[in-house]
Each structure stands twice: as structure tokens, then as C-alpha cells.
């Protein structure tokens, strides 16, 4: 839905994928539809502007032949139950994807703290809150940090890559400097101006985490 972040998400799943020619990749149908409401604003509201749209889109790919799906929108999955219960496709979760990551870093024992940046309303959600609090103290949410990430969010939806790489990092250094020893980059537009900073070791990156998520589902799709 956010036409960058669509873009890196694709990219990631090429970038990750072992392959030495063409064919080695995986297949792909992309239904991408920068008009769906603003997800997160739908959700501070209560509607459920961005539901049908987004279920017209995944029933779309299933009459396409597709085996299964993936929304690489963090607050999109405030819908993802009703989502996955309307429609036959099989949704892949972006917090299973993260939660196996998380599994896999090398994070000392006793350094569990985790900062979740995201929108506002996936926030509200608790999209990630249900899934983490048990594993990891969250750390507490920062009105500062907040604005700088919807700055750093809404700069990268106006092509303002310059504006949100410098917004990304101050919220994500204010994390660090706040208790934070891991920081999730819950918005899939932050990755795409962090990938290369020297900040970014200290992250974990939702759309690269989903990227593996996905390619692993096709293989067992394939084999089966």
C-alpha cells in the first residue's frame, strides 16, 4: 500500500533469495493499491475504511492462482484475523516473521529491552504488544519518539528521503539513548531510508523479516 515500501519489500525477497539465474527466483504477483485509506488513521478513528480493499485484493490474488499471501504493512495487521477468515489465501503474520528474528539475535540474555517504532494506530492496535510483552520488556512509549517516527513516516510517503533518514534516526538513537537494546522497525517505510545507516546493527528490520518469511513459504509451497 505504500508504494516505497512495496517496492523494498520486493527487493528484499529478490536480494535474499539463493538463486544463479532467473529461474532460481521465486514467483511473484504484486497487487498494489496506494488508494486503500491510510491504515493507521482508520484504526484512531475505529472504521474499517482500509477492510474491504484489502480483501478485494487478496481474493483478486487467489483467483490469480496465487498459494498464499503477504501485507508488508505493519497496521494492516490490525485486520489480519478478519482478513485471513474471509478469503481461502493463507496470510503470512509480519510478527511471526519478526518474533524468529528476534529468536535468532545475538542479544545477551539480560538484554532484552525492545523499542517498537510504528505508526500510532498499530500502537493502538497491539498488534506487536499481544505477541512481545511476554518475550521482552517493551519500552515505554515516547510522545518525542512518536513524533519523530511519523515525521520519518509521513516524509518517506512525500519522497522525502533526505528528511526521513535524518527523522528515522533521531527516533531510533532516542530509543537507544532511553533503555532500548533492540529497536523494531514496526513501519516498513523506516527500513527503506535505515538499511544503510550505521545505526541499522542495532535494529531489526520487519521488511527484510518478512522477506524470509515469504521466501521460505514458497519453497514449502513448491514442494508441495
Same mark, same amino acid.
Given at each position: ?135 521482552? @520488556? =517493551? ?6 519518539? &512518536?513524533? /519523530?517516527?511519523? +515525521? *520519518?513516516?509521513?516524509?518517506?510517503? !512525500? ?5 526521513? @533518514? =535524518? ?6 538513537? &532516542?530509543? /537507544?539513548?532511553? +533503555? *532500548?537494546?533492540?529497536?523494531?522497525? !514496526? ?6 531510508? =535505515? ?12 521488511? *527484510? ?16
Amino acid at each position: 500500500m505504500g508504494p516505497l515500501a512495496t517496492v523494498d519489500f520486493l527487493y528484499q525477497i529478490i536480494a535474499a533469495t539463493p538463486a544463479g539465474c532467473d529461474q532460481d527466483h521465486i514467483p511473484l504477483i504484486v497487487h498494489q493499491v496506494p488508494q486503500i485509506a491510510d491504515r493507521s488513521q482508520a484504526i484512531l478513528e475505529g472504521t474499517d475504511l482500509p477492510f474491504m480493499p484489502m480483501l478485494e485484493g487478496l481474493r483478486r490474488l487467489s483467483a490469480a492462482g496465487c498459494d498464499f499471501a503477504t501485507i508488508p504493512c505493519n497496521s494492516a495487521h490490525h485486520w489480519y484475523e478478519r482478513l485471513s477468515n474471509e478469503q481461502p489465501l493463507k496470510i503470512l503474520h509480519i510478527v511471526d516473521s519478526v518474533v524468529m528474528a528476534l529468536e535468532q539475535c545475538a542479544v545477551a540474555p539480560g538484554c532484552r529491552t525492545l523499542a517498537v517504532l510504528g505508526t500510532r494506530g498499530l500502537h493502538y492496535s497491539g498488534v506487536y504488544r499481544r505477541r512481545l510483552q511476554d518475550l521482552y @520488556t =517493551l519500552s515505554p512509549d515516547s510522545e518525542a519518539v &512518536q513524533c /519523530l517516527v511519523d +515525521g *520519518a513516516v509521513h516524509a518517506v510517503k !512525500a519522497g522525502q528521503l533526505e528528511r526521513g @533518514t =535524518l527523522l528515522a534516526e533521531q527516533a531510533v538513537s &532516542q530509543s /537507544l539513548e532511553g +533503555g *532500548a537494546d533492540i529497536v523494531l522497525l !514496526a513501519c516498513t517505510e523506516l527500513p527503506l531510508v =535505515l538499511r544503510d545507516r550505521p545505526i541499522m546493527p542495532a535494529c531489526i528490520d520487519s521488511t *527484510a523479516t518478512l522477506a524470509l518469511l515469504s521466501i521460505e513459504e514458497s519453497r514449502r509451497a513448491s514442494i508441495s
